[in-house]
């Protein structure tokens, strides 16, 4: 049976659930954690390795703010490690690349147990790893974006208003970072399987050209902040009509859903009462209790 149509099932002001619902976790892996001495400073988480036996596969992440906690001589030396890492990872067989570092690793930079971990989809699942156990300096739009409420971010980037950020997180090292991206926390099942419930989501304000078939945060501006029916994400689609004087108007706005449980609905051009607040980038982790560093947590 299909949901009934309703706009804002799938945003939230706040985190209801402490798991999302559809995060697919059916099989076991591990993880380790890489921690560094450097001179001069505590020991501090360096990056997560995570191995997938199903698929045979370890990922690694590190840290990419080495020039602002190593000498630059260590830091050069540094910023290679990740890649030395994952060439040696698929030069030997998983077990004999984990156990080569256990057994090789000690003073400056340090291995730690292997702990077990449910897997969803691997790459977010290293992310998530990743913001939880590493604390790398914030780099605004270089490596970090801002954290905002969908309240606040309709506000930063719908009315121009000056708005703080309620953290910084640290994005994917593949995404390219501008400075009209931010992320916010998406709660429903509507937009599922791709938006798993409770996720942490990049958006990019400003959304240029053609809406057509794009997922987007829209703003119903007719509805109170306090209902919780104010914010959504869906698929835009609309159809145009041509007037004689040869421009265009809406005829038909409609916002679908990816989950088939749930019903597409339809927005009324002429009431005006709608707004695009961003464009849907992808998700930076799939979990609720996914950390948020203080706004001004590292910040050089």
């Not at 659930?17 to 059916?26: D, K, L, Y």
């Not at 450097?38 to 080495?66: H, K, M, N, T």
């Not at 980038?281 to 996914?290: E, F, H, M, R, T």
Request: hydrophobic share 35%; net charge negative.
């Amino acid at each position: 049976m299909k949901r009934a149509p309703g706009f804002a099932d799938n945003i939230s002001e706040t985190v209801p659930r402490s798991i999302p619902s559809t995060v697919v976790a059916t099989r076991l892996g591990e993880y380790s954690v890489l921690e560094i001495a450097l001179p001069g400073r505590p020991a501090e988480a360096a990056g997560v390795l995570l191995y997938d036996p199903e698929g045979r596969q370890i990922s690694v992440r590190l840290r990419r703010d080495w020039d602002r906690i190593a000498a630059p001589e260590d830091a050069e030396l540094l910023k290679l490690l990740e890649d030395d890492l994952r060439v040696k990872s698929r030069e030997q067989t998983p077990e004999e690349f984990l156990g080569w570092l256990e057994e090789t690793l000690s003073n400056t930079l340090r291995i730690s147990e292997r702990r077990p971990i449910l897997l969803g989809n691997p790459e977010t699942t290293l992310q998530w790893l990743y913001n939880k156990h590493v604390s790398a300096t914030v780099q605004p739009f270089r490596t970090h974006l801002p954290v905002y409420s969908c309240r606040a971010a309709a506000g930063r980037f719908g009315d121009l208003m000056e708005v703080e950020a309620e953290g910084w997180i640290e994005a994917p090292p593949g995404l390219r970072l501008e400075q009209n991206m931010f992320v916010a926390r998406v709660v429903g099942r509507s937009m599922e399987p791709e938006i798993p419930d409770g996720s942490l989501c990049v958006f990019r304000a400003g959304v240029a050209g053609s809406r057509q078939g794009r997922k987007l945060l829209i703003e119903d501006l007719g509805e109170s902040e306090e209902g919780g029916q104010r914010y959504t994400v869906k698929i835009y689609r609309s159809v145009k009509r041509v007037r004689e004087d040869g421009t265009w108007e809406h005829e038909r706005i409609r916002l679908e859903p990816l989950n088939p449980e749930f019903e597409a609905f339809e927005l009324v051009p002429e009431e005006q009462r709608f707004r695009v607040i961003g464009e849907f980038v992808c998700v930076l982790s799939p979990d609720p209790q996914a950390p948020l560093p203080e706004p001004g947590a590292g910040r050089n």
